[in-house]
């Protein structure tokens, strides 16, 4: 008695790469906020249930679905079923993705087209394939959000990193426009555009760099004294998907300290 109300209660938000990292992160803080989870993930099925039993603990409804974002049949699939389970989602994460450092960094002319394929497959195709089997759906709910988690990487376009920076250009462009296609059905659409966050791919990618291999030796010289957690992202989507964000569309909000 008395409680009040979270900020995202009685909505339904689908997210994909949801079993660790900013994935999870999200999921917590969106269930911390009244909403259900449809937690997507790829091949770590102990960290998508070790996940969804926290987001049932704090009270939210949470199924768990595996698939490759990269596959369209899969991902139709599972929005099929998630639709199926919980009635009306009205929010998409596309969160899921794969970094640079999962194929070592090719440059652009030395790169295999199987490593195109792979990091392009997860970055660009996932988001291409969630939106064409979501996005109908969603159009069906008083108010929609869509949040892309882009990467600073489409702004720097640093070397080494052009795999991931072209994929994440590519899905920014998808959210621009779609904004603007779908704000007369409530729907809103923005990015997030997150420089070095705490997670396994980031922690990945600084063990490839030259300096410490730690995460906490390197606080000291980031911004503010620490380097970007989970939670930090979660709070600016938890925003941007509650009615503190409505008026909020086609904007990418980086988050790195800077």
């Not at 339904?12 to 999870?24: D, K």
Request: one cysteine or more; proline letters at 3%.
């Amino acid at each position: 008695m008395g409680l009040d109300m979270g900020k995202l209660e009685g909505r339904t938000a689908l997210i994909t790469g949801g079993g660790r990292g900013i994935g999870r992160a999200i999921a917590l803080r969106f269930a911390a906020e009244g909403a259900h989870i449809a937690l997507n993930y790829a091949s770590n099925r102990a960290a998508a249930e070790e996940t969804a039993e926290e987001v049932r603990s704090l009270g939210s409804k949470c199924e768990i679905y595996q698939a490759d974002v990269s596959d369209q049949q899969a991902c139709q699939a599972m929005c099929e079923s998630a639709i199926q389970a919980f009635g009306q989602i009205d929010i998409l994460i596309n969160n899921a993705g794969i970094g640079s450092s999962a194929v070592n960094r090719p440059t652009i002319a030395d790169a295999t087209m199987d490593q195109w394929q792979l990091l392009l497959g997860a970055n660009l195709w996932g988001p291409i394939y969630m939106c064409k089997a979501l996005v109908p759906h969603l159009r069906q709910a008083d108010r929609s959000d869509v949040i892309m988690i882009s990467s600073i990487a489409a702004q720097n376009m640093g070397p080494n990193m052009g795999l991931y920076s072209v994929g994440k250009a590519g899905m920014e462009a998808l959210a621009h426009t779609l904004a603007k296609e779908e704000k007369s059905n409530g729907m809103r659409v923005n990015i997030i555009a997150p420089g070095l966050v705490d997670t396994d791919m980031g922690r990945k990618l600084v063990s490839l760099l030259p300096g410490p291999d730690d995460m906490r030796e390197l606080d000291a010289n980031m911004p503010f004294g620490f380097v970007c957690t989970p939670a930090d992202i979660a709070a600016n989507v938890t925003h941007l998907c509650s009615e503190d964000g409505r008026y909020v569309t086609n904007q990418r909000i980086t988050i790195s300290g800077n």
